[in-house]
Structures are given as structure tokens and as C-alpha cells.
């Protein structure tokens, strides 16, 4: 059922965004870590897998749980929805700059007063930056309530292991006895992220080495950004694609495909790529340390051991290595009203998508699909209804100017 969640500036999680794992926090190291209670070695915690991004329950100064996005993307615990935190004076709390791709930079403030507790791991003092207000608009993409991002002092703290065909994640203590299944990749972690080494096929240049930053809070497969310090050479096939939003406007791009996508031994064939414009990335972010990014709709594919400290993934495929990438063949993007926190509004249609050409429209209301209310489906179902298969026919019961009327949309297969 769609669920209720709060007001905030629309970042496209279904459209290949750079939703939260591309943030660079100005916030100056620390040696935090979280710590399991009475010589505990490790623990299985369940997760909500919502549009490919990993959801943990947490508890924040001993209430909760609050429903967290787990990023290896983001350096310290970000929490964008302050109304966790009891009697929060912003006038005493130093203030940061976030930026990120296409977001101006913006005010956040830092805590050192925050104590979190994951399962029967706790963490004092995590140094954490909360944004007065949600930029991200997590919680309307995804149907649930989302009051944060977690990232480096988790990942830094345990060996992490991400069962996605399971949907929970096992932390084991760093002196835990550990039997690391699959292939083992090499992994650098810089400025709290993980870097990885692939290689992707590329037209009229053949196989290139590239490094990617490993991306569990980004909900696509791969975004390819930079290549000998320009642009990504573009598939000949291509979709131009607004891969974001923000409070400074589109993410201009392309999606498409790309022949082949190999990380250590493991090859993917036709994987959807992202492609956004060179020169707004170029001037939000520094692509220096990367190629681009490995996001979750890829690493899924895998169960995954992550061991920050020793510098290593192991991968292993699991019951979803075999299903194809497929992007929306819909061409729109949907997400829950910033006032109500229940209508179903468009926000974005692609230039001549089904969308549009079914005559759907940027802020109609859908109130019914296939004959259903909207309440009989989460956002996830949406997302996978979207991309199930070309020719589908889907009808959607649409209110706008006090009207109601039925349109019809036959999914493409665009790229």
C-alpha cells in the first residue's frame, strides 16, 4: 500500500539518478566505529529492498526504528528528516555545505551528539549532518518514510555481508571468523567510498579499464561519466533522459545500452547505462577518481562481501544474476504529493515516450491503474509494472481540472 512520507524537492530515483551516493560532505574525518555489546561476532538483519536500494532499520538516541538507506556512497550519517532528534537547537550547531550532482549547494548542520544503534550494534558520537529540510525526496520515490542515509562508519566498522536474493544483510566483527564465499575483488576506499576496478565495452574503442565508485544507495546499474578526462563515447543507440531532479533543475542525458560490463571474472551483457551531460557534472563534482558509477540495479546480481579495512568485495552471483536489465518503458516519472502524502502525481515525462504520447501530462494525478486504486499498489510494483515487458497495455485513471477520464499507455521498448 502506498504509504505516507514527507515533503521535499523531487530527486528521480526510477530515471538512473545520482540520488545520495554522489554527495561530497565537507566533514572532516573521525574514528568512530560501531560496536557489537557482550562479545557478540556477528548478526543477520533483515532489509526492505525498495527500487534496488538496500532499507535498514535504525534506532537514533534510543528511538525508532526509522527506516534508513544503507550507502556506501555517502561519507558520514546523513539524516534529512531532523524531527528524529529531540529539542535540535540549529543556532548551536556548526554549519556545512552539501553539494552534489545537480544540487546547489546547500546548508546542513554537523552533531557529534548522536548516538545510533543498528540491531545490537551501537555507535556514540557518529558524526552525522543533518539538512533542515529533505532535499532528496526519498521517502515520495520510494513509498516509505526514509529518514536518512548510513554509510562509512557502518561499512568501516564491520565486514559487511549484502544477500539482495535474501533481503538481509549479515555484520560480522572484524575478529569474526569469516568464510568469504566467491571471487575476491580488490577495493580502494578513498575519502570514506569504495573504488573498483572494471571493464566496459565501449563503440569504435573496444574493452576499457575504468573505476567505478561502488554505489549501494545508487539505484541504477551503471552511470558512465568520464573517459580520458571527457565525456563517455555514447552509444549509437540512445535515449536523450532527464536522469535527476533538483532544487537546480534537470540532470540532462542519455540512457542506453552497453555491450558488455565485466567485474572480475563476471560478465553482463547489454547493460543499461547512464550518461550524463559532461560539463553539469564536470562543474558539480570531481571526476578525477572515477570513470563513473556501479550502482545497485548491477550489484544486486551478486551477494556481496564488503571489507573496507582490508581493501577487498567478494562477489558472488545469486538467484537474480540472470535476469535482464530493463529500463522503464513508461518514460515518466511518479511520486507521492508533497502536501498530502498520498496522491500519485506525475512529475517528469520523457519527450516522446508512451507517456506522451498516451497524453499524460506533468502533474496529473493518478488515481486508479488497471482498473485498481493506486492504493493497491506500492511504488515498487509500479517501477516493475513499468518495465515488465514492451507492448504491455496499461490503463491509467487520471484526474486533472476537476476531471476524470482513462488513458491508455503501450509500453516501448526504447533502448
Known sequence: MLTKCSPVVIICLRKLIFCAGLFLICFAGFAQEFYFKRNQKKQSITFKCIKNLVVIPLYVNGKGPY????????????????????????????????????IETVEAYVSQEINVSV?????????????????????????????????????????????????????????????YRGEKIPIQVENQKPYVMASVEIPDSGTVKARFLIDTGASHALSLETLGGTEFPLPEKRISA??????????KG??????????????????????????????????????????????????????????????????????????????????????????????????????????????????GINFKGVDSYTLNDLTEMFKSKADRSIIFEIYRDKQVFFKVVHLEKRI
Open 67 to 102: 527506516d534508513f538507506v544503507l550507502d556506501t556512497g555517502v561519507g558520514p550519517l546523513i539524516i534529512t528528516d531532523p524531527s528524529v532528534i529531540d529539542s535540535l537547537n540549529f543556532s548551536q550547531m556548526r554549519k556545512i555545505k552539501v553539494s552534489g550532482l545537480g
Open 119 to 179: 540491531g545490537n550494534a551501537s555507535i556514540e558520537h557518529i558524526p552525522t549532518a543533518i539538512l533542515k529540510d529533505d532535499l532528496f525526496n526519498l521517502s515520495g520515490h520510494l513509498g516509505l518514510k526514509i529518514y536518512g542515509l548510513l554509510g562509512f562508519n557502518f561499512f568501516n566498522s564491520f565486514v559487511v555481508e549484502i544477500r539482495y536474493n535474501e533481503n538481509r544483510i549479515i555484520i560480522y566483527d572484524k575478529d569474526a571468523k569469516i568464510k
Open 242 to 251: 532527464n536522469l535527476g531532479m533538483s532544487i537546480s533543475g534537470q540532470i
Open 254 to 367: 542519455y540512457v542506453g545500452r552497453v555491450s558488455k560490463f565485466t567485474l572480475g571474472n563476471y560478465a553482463f551483457n547489454s547493460v543499461i547505462a547512464g550518461f550524463p551531460d559532461f560539463k553539469t557534472i564536470s562543474d558539480k563534482i570531481d571526476l578525477s577518481k572515477r570513470n563513473g558509477n556501479l550502482g545497485a540495479d548491477l550489484l544486486r546480481k551478486f551477494n556481496l562481501q564488503i571489507n573496507y579495512d582490508d581493501g577487498f568485495i567478494c562477489v558472488k552471483p545469486n538467484s537474480l544474476s540472470k535476469a535482464p536489465f530493463e529500463h522503464d518503458m513508461v518514460g515518466m516519472v511518479i511520486y507521492l504529493d508533497q502536501n498530502e502524502y498520498k496522491r500519485l502525481l506525475i512529475g517528469e515525462i520523457d519527450e516522446k515516450s508512451p507517456a506522451e504520447k498516451a497524453g499524460l501530462c506533468t502533474d496529473d494525478e493518478i488515481i
